[in-house]
């Protein structure tokens, strides 16, 4: 056989008959030979995922200072030590490094998902090759090998079943099925089936739960469908967070500003005939004190106290830039299985004759009728172990109808000693029934059977009602009642009985599963956490869009989306099969409207993902399995389950809930939200601060003054203004109605909201309220230079203040609710008083001491500013702006 035929069977194994597989295969029941396996492991290669494309150490190193922001620290490090600033350059410097390991140590974690990828598929299988049963390494097993399978082992390459006997594979890591599926080796003939449905196959990392089956290998590596999810992994690339690009685009409007403006104030100084030395310090001084080198700490410490604080509420952040990205998010995607719902089935509705009810009760128990034998039925008609270690354990359907049983008040030990098993007819696809006899101590034989209700209706005689007595079947209105309860996201069951005087060593399928006595039907849900619907209402108001993506069933998926609040329209519904039938383009148009996703395959959540973020949206996706991970790694940010996740998904992900809750991430995006708004509030602080410098050293000269700052001037203020203070908004709690408003538009600019005109006007207001008092200093004969020295730098504590809140007033926050920026402005008050008072400081600094008079006219020039601000958030209020 050639390497394109053994390579393509696996895209239609399905759809063919076991034997034709085999014979397309050119191998048979017995296995491949020796020789012919060893062949085929050379051509095809090793069944192993490759390693994914990693940079060296120095090339993640290198490209930490690729970004425009840090290379104008740089510069403004160098610049820094050229003129003497020995301290700014070395905390400069120190930013930078700290910022480079942090990124560094980021993407050498980001690329372990693939090596995650790997150690969940090497296994140990069991093969038969030349009608001999061995045990190899996973990594050895090549197309045509056939595999043996049990309870316990995992699947070791995509198989095309041949043999099945009672075989169930839990798939939810690869296809976000609840349910372990019951498999068969009966050919599908839907061509566009999506894995979940193609029940005659098992696929390599998914695990047998129970039965034992057969299987040819129809694919290897990077053909089976884990390993299209490890080429998928391979391709998802770096996305930039929110905040990552904004400050990018900052980095570069700032340069160009700092640039522009700074080359003006040198030609303005040259033609009113200042010394070209002079003017050369000032205006490189001024390029100096105009870059925020405090920004990148301060985002980094802001980030790390979300980090920090998430902790608390069960949320563990792999990548800093993760906590901001919350906040900015549009869309979350999210799996169903285990994120919204417990992943753990529970009785729903339940009825006899009569109507449904919830549950059981110990009140169901009081007669001998239907009630009764159906809670029997639950109990005995089941494979549940575990009995005697108190945890049960068996298919999740089973656990969950003995548990209900058991919280009635049934008792199993005392039934299963009353009404021992004696046989069995074990479940079947074609029957659709599973049947158990058991012993009546009082006399005769009782057989319970339990399946698909049109199974077990059809095989019904008569029905008994909660009394015992005997009634009519009315068909119609079981069938009715059990589609209902299926169209409601239930997988329902109904449970006959019959009873026999005696029982053959090895009974049929007629002497059991004919004339039953209908009991009653059951309806199951993996049901929505307590706190998911309250957690998606928080969402909805914050103004993101909650959208539910799975493998599960459409009716089972609308559901719970439906019960959650997600969404109350089926045509906010589509299906994997429906998706593909979408091109690109009226995919595109319609995915902003779509709220759940059924039956879909691990390509196609990446596809939902990245036609999201095409439309200008900011993506989270949540999610605990394998599918995920492709997604996870693709979304702006991805959230993986910390308890029910598999290591794949978390490698992939941006951040792990500890607690696996849904809700968790409410409190994560208050916290996102929280960081990019005191990041923001520097930026305006220091942006004001650094312009109203500017402003001051530009129109001096216009108006006759001399300049009125030196280099060493300059630089100390923007030392101590932007370093403490700065820093002290990483504390900053979240404002009051965080959660009332929408996100930030993906795209909006880092100056929206009216950033932009408050950096014009509060410099400006800084730069007059400066000139004012330089004027009228020097009309009066005062310390004009120290006067102005000082003004500049109090009043960039005033605003540091005043810009606490956008629009609360700072007496409505209170001066204790950030301790950190009050003893920030105190140190800095004191700091600046030193350098006017300590004579040793007095030379450095060129001050002289105020006198009395003097620092009291500085300090209310410097509150002018703080006033004003306060005034600005008194209109908004009003206004509503």
């Known amino acids: 056989m050639s390497i394109q035929q053994l390579t393509q069977t696996n895209t239609d194994a399905y759809m063919h008959a076991a034997d034709d597989v085999l014979d397309a295969l050119e191998t048979s029941p017995q296995g491949l030979g020796a020789s012919e396996a060893s062949r085929r492991l050379e051509t095809l290669g090793p069944n192993a995922l490759p390693d994914g494309k990693q940079r060296s150490i120095l090339a993640m190193i290198g490209a930490q200072f690729a970004d425009f922001l840090i290379l104008l620290l740089i510069g403004a490090a160098v610049i820094s030590g050229l003129l003497g600033e020995v301290a700014d350059t070395v905390a400069i410097i120190v930013i930078v490094v700290l910022n480079a390991v942090i990124g560094v140590v980021q993407e050498y974690r980001a690329q372990r998902a693939m090596e995650a990828l790997k150690k969940m598929a090497s296994v140990v299988a069991a093969v038969r090759r030349d009608g001999v049963v061995v045990e190899i390494p996973a990594d050895e097993i090549t197309v045509g090998d056939i595999v043996l399978l049990d309870a316990g082992r995992v699947v070791p390459a995509d198989l095309r079943l041949i043999e099945s006997a009672r075989l169930s594979i839990a798939e939810a890591a690869l296809t976000g099925e609840s349910l372990p599926v019951n498999k068969t080796i009966a050919p599908i003939t839907d061509s566009q089936a999506p894995l979940g449905d193609r029940l005659c196959m098992a696929y390599r990392g998914t695990q047998v739960v129970n039965g034992r089956g057969v299987g040819v290998v129809t694919a290897v590596g990077l053909q089976t469908e884990l390993g299209k999810i490890a080429g998928l992994l391979g391709e998802t690339g770096e996305v930039k967070t929110p905040l990552q690009k904004r400050l990018a685009q900052f980095g570069k409007w700032l340069g160009v500003a700092a640039l522009g403006l700074c080359t003006l104030v040198f030609v303005v100084g040259l033609l009113r005939g200042e010394d070209v030395l002079v003017m050369f310090l000032t205006s490189v001084s001024l390029a100096v004190a105009a870059v925020p080198e405090a920004l990148p700490a301060v985002a980094t410490i802001s980030l790390a106290f979300g980090a920090r604080k998430l902790v608390r509420t069960n949320a563990l952040v792999r990548r800093l830039p993760a906590v901001e990205t919350l906040g900015s998010v549009t869309f979350i995607c999210t ?14 509705r339940i009825s006899t004759t009569g109507p449904a009810e919830d549950g059981l009760t110990g ?63 074990p479940f079947d696809s074609d029957r659709k029934l599973m049947t158990t006899v058991h012993e009546n101590t009082s006399g005769g034989f009782v057989g319970f059977t339990k399946g698909a209700t049109e199974s077990v209706v059809a095989r019904s005689r008569i029905a008994m009602d909660e009394a015992g007595h005997e009634v009519a079947l009315e ?38 599963e004919n004339d039953l006595l209908f009991l009653g039907l059951v309806g199951l849900v993996d049901p929505p956490r307590p706190e998911a619907a309250e957690a998606v209402a928080l969402c909805i108001e914050a103004g993101i869009v909650p959208v539910m993506i799975t493998g599960d069933h459409p009716a089972t998926a609308f559901a719970i989306a439906k019960r959650l609040g997600i969404c109350d329209d089926p045509d906010q519904m589509i299906t994997g099969v429906e998706l593909d039938a979408l091109d690109l383009h009226h995919f595109e148009q319609r995915v902003e409207d779509l709220r759940v996703y059924a039956r879909v395959a691990p390509e196609q959540k990446l596809k939902i993902v990245e036609a999201l973020q095409d439309r200008g949206e900011f993506v989270a996706m949540t999610g605990d399995g394998v599918n995920d991970a492709p997604a996870l790694a693709r979304a702006d940010i991805g959230v993986a389950m910390g308890i029910g996740g598999t290591d794949v998904a978390k490698e992939a992900a941006d951040m792990i809930l500890t607690d696996d809750n849904f809700a968790s991430i409410v409190s994560s995006v208050r916290e996102g939200r929280r960081v990019f708004d005191n990041i923001r509030k520097f930026i305006k602080y220091t942006m004001t601060s650094n312009t109203g410098e500017i402003w001051t ?55 929206a909201e009216g950033l932009g005109f408050d950096l ?32 500049l730098c109090f009043s960039q504590l005033g605003n540091a203040l005043a810009i606490r809140s956008d629009r ?18 105190l140190l800095t008050l004191a700091a600046q008083l030193a350098t006017i008072y300590v004579p040793i400081l007095q030379g450095v600094f060129k001050t002289k001491p105020l006198t009395g008079a003097e620092l009291g006219v500085a300090l209310a020039m410097s509150t002018v500013v703080f006033w004003a601000v306060e005034v600005q958030k008194v209109w908004k209020r009003r206004t509503g702006r």
């Open 475 to 512: 068909r119609e209105a079981i069938l009715e009642r059990a589609d209902e309860w299926s169209a409601r996201g239930m997988r329902v069951l109904a449970f006959g009985m019959r009873k026999l005087a005696s029982v053959a060593e090895e009974p049929e399928e007629s002497d059991l």
């Open 697 to 751: 050293i530009l129109f001096a000269p216009f108006f006759g003054l001399p300049i009125p700052l030196l280099p060493i001037h300059i630089l100390w203020i923007n030392l101590v203004t932007d370093g403490l203070p700065g820093l002290a908004y990483a504390a900053e709690p979240a404002e009051g109605s965080i959660m009332q408003r929408a996100p930030r538009p993906p795209k909006e600019s880092i100056f």
């Open 808 to 825: 609360e007033s700072l007496f409505t926050q209170g001066m204790w609710s950030n301790r950190p920026m009050l003893g920030a402005v």
């Open 363 to 425: 009140t169901h128990l009081e007669s001998d009728g239907a009630w009764m034998w159906l809670a029997r039925a639950m109990c005995l008609s089941n494979d549940v172990e575990g009995f005697a270690e108190g945890e049960l354990v068996g298919d999740p359907t089973e656990v969950a109808l003995v548990n209900s049983a058991i919280g009635a008040g049934v008792s199993v030990s005392e039934l299963s000693q009353s009404l021992p098993r004696v046989a069995e007819l």
């Open 760 to 791: 014009v006007w509060v410099g400006l207001l800084m730069g007059s309220v400066s000139l004012v008092t330089q004027a009228a200093a020097i009309e009066l004969g005062w310390h004009w230079q120290t006067m102005v020295f000082t003004v």
């Open 335 to 348: 799996d169903k299985t285990g994120t919204l719902t417990l992943n753990q089935m529970a009785v729903e």
